[in-house]
Every structure is written in C-alpha cells, then in structure tokens.
C-alpha cells in the first residue's frame, strides 16, 4: 500500500517514516531468515532508502505539504539558512551593526524598526559627518537621521519572505525524496512480495504449533484417516 501511493505520487510525509519503520523490520525478518529455507532479496537498496529518510525527513513530520515541519535541519544549506534567517533574525541584525560600526567608526549606531519604515540604521546628529556613502537616507528627524543600506533591505527582504520560502522548499526537497524513492518501485514491490510469503508461512507455522497440527501425507486410494 506505502509502495503504490509512492508510487502514485499521493504518499505524505508520515508515509514515507511508515516506509522507512516497514523497512527496517524487514531488513530485521531477512536476518532471521536467512538460513533458512526462504526467498533472499538483497537488502543494500533498503538500507539506502532508509538512510535517505532518515537523513531528509523529520521523526514526527506534518502530513500536510502547505505547512512546513518536514525536512530535517542538515538535509539542505539553503533551507538551513532560510530557518536561521527566520529564528536568529536578531542575531544577524547585531552582527550586521557590528560590522557597520567597524566599518564607520560610530560606535553607537542603532539598528531600530516601525511598521511604517521597516528597519533602519539611527544616526546621531553628532555622528552625521561620519555617515558613509553607501547608508541610503530614509527621513531626517531632530535628533539625527534614519538610514538604510543595501544590505539592511536584503536581510529584511529576505525575513519576509523566509516563512514562504521554507514551505516551498519544504515541499520541493520533500517531493524530490519521494520521486528518488519512487525510482524503487519495482524493488519495494518484490521486497513485499517475499516478506508477504514470509507472513504466511509464519502464520501458517504458528497456528500449527498453537493447534497442533500436523502435515497430512497425501495417498492415490480413496481411504481418509484422521
């Protein structure tokens, strides 16, 4: 069933982590199994696939693709860059005004923000003279003026689109996994089959056991003993 939504590109994140826990029970069935008089199936593919959804999506992932939480920190720099942009926005705004207040000498630049102006630099009035040329001016006030940078409206362009852009990779790494396991299909269905007729004859084995059956010795008269 995993295998043929998959397949069928209709399988959600939590489907993909049933295929990884399905998979690992059956690397676990083919140790136990192996000598014995069974099917054997190579077992190199399954390992790959779980390894691949281990590494690529999270433990406990949305079944939604519209709303983020399914790719695992690690899996993509760019969504890593992406979430550290939305989570420590702050931090890389301190670290920008670091690197500004190096690069002018005014050690009390302030990096501030309102609904209206977005974020923005504040310059003292004092400090004018020392404003360099690439602070673009957003207003003057009494008290200093208001900047901007080029830099300052890439890293706010960049957090108001981040919420947006995650989803959207989200969804785009998520459905690249699914297709790259998708290309197992084949295999995943013959790994199905041999653990299916592993099932049955285990059941098969444990009613006998449980009931004491025993195997009938079929003869060419017509006699039927019990």
């Known amino acids: 069933r995993l295998t043929s939504r998959i397949a069928l590109e209709k399988a959600h994140p939590k489907d993909v982590q049933a295929l990884r826990t399905s998979l690992e029970s059956a690397v676990n ?3 136990i199994v192996s000598e014995l008089s069974f099917p ?3 077992m190199e593919t399954a390992g790959q696939i779980i ?3 281990n590494n690529s999506i999270l433990d406990e992932p949305s079944t939604s693709l519209t709303e983020g ?3 695992k920190d690690g899996f993509s720099s760019e969504l890593d860059h992406l979430r550290n942009l939305q989570q420590n926005f702050n931090s890389i705004l301190e670290e920008y005004l670091e690197e500004e207040k190096t690069k002018t000498g005014i050690s009390n630049l302030k990096i501030k923000y309102n609904r209206i102006s977005g974020y923005y ?3 003292s009035k004092g400090k004018l003279p020392s404003v360099p040329s690439h602070f673009i001016l957003r207003r003057t006030m009494v008290t200093g003026e208001r900047y901007t940078t080029t830099r300052l409206q890439e890293l ?3 957090l108001i689109k981040a919420d947006e852009q995650i989803v959207q990779l989200e969804k785009q ?6 297709n790259d396991i998708a290309n197992h299909t084949n295999y995943l269905l013959q ?3 041999v653990i299916a007729y592993i099932d049955v004859c285990a059941s098969l084995a444990y009613g006998a056991k449980s009931q004491n059956w025993c195997r009938p010795e079929i003869t060419q008269d017509d006699s039927f003993y019990v």
Not at 173 to 178: E, S
């Open 191 to 193: 790994l199905s089959s």
């Open 51 to 53: 390894n691949l959804i």
């Open 121 to 123: 630099i504040e310059v």
């Open 173 to 178: 790494l998520f459905l690249q996994v699914r």
């Open 40 to 42: 054997v199936i190579q």
């Open 29 to 31: 069935i083919q140790k």
């Open 69 to 71: 939480r399914i790719i």
């Open 156 to 158: 706010e362009d960049e």
